[in-house]
Nanobody, 117 residues
Framework: VLLVESGGGLVQAGGSLRLSCRAH????????VGWFRQRPGKERESVAT????????FYADSVKGRFSISRDNRENTVFLQMNSLKPEDTAVYYC???????????WGQGTQVTVSS
């Protein structure tokens, strides 16, 4: 599955960004989707995930209450709305798809998010 992320950029602390992940597949509804990030000098971590129907979501503790994941299955797109951004949210953000079991088989190229203090 080809995944293309967009929406990253430079924002001041307290600001907002909305990331998009467009999937080029005819079976998008077969997949759970996750957003991950890799901060400088850190390992990649899960940020948020959403089930194929959108009925189930998960958030890392570090982003709960600030980030929101959603999907539009008609447009094959998953969104990550990021509010109240902090400098520690600075990272490359990736989306990935899974057919279950938390195993993600396809990854996007990533989009850089930089939050200035």
């Amino acid at each position: 599955v080809l995944l293309v992320e967009s929406g990253g950029g430079l924002v001041q602390a307290g600001g907002s960004l909305r990331l998009s992940c467009r999937a080029h597949t005819q079976t998008f509804m077969s997949y759970d989707v996750g957003w991950f990030r890799q901060r400088p000098g850190k390992e990649r971590e899960s940020v948020a995930t959403i089930s194929w129907s959108g009925g189930s979501t998960f958030y890392a503790d570090s982003v709960k209450g600030r980030f929101s994941i959603s999907r539009d299955n008609r447009e094959n797109t998953v969104f990550l709305q990021m509010n109240s951004l902090k400098p520690e949210d600075t990272a490359v953000y990736y989306c990935a798809v899974s057919t279950g079991g938390n195993e993600y088989s396809s990854w996007g190229q990533g989009t850089q998010v930089t939050v200035s203090s």
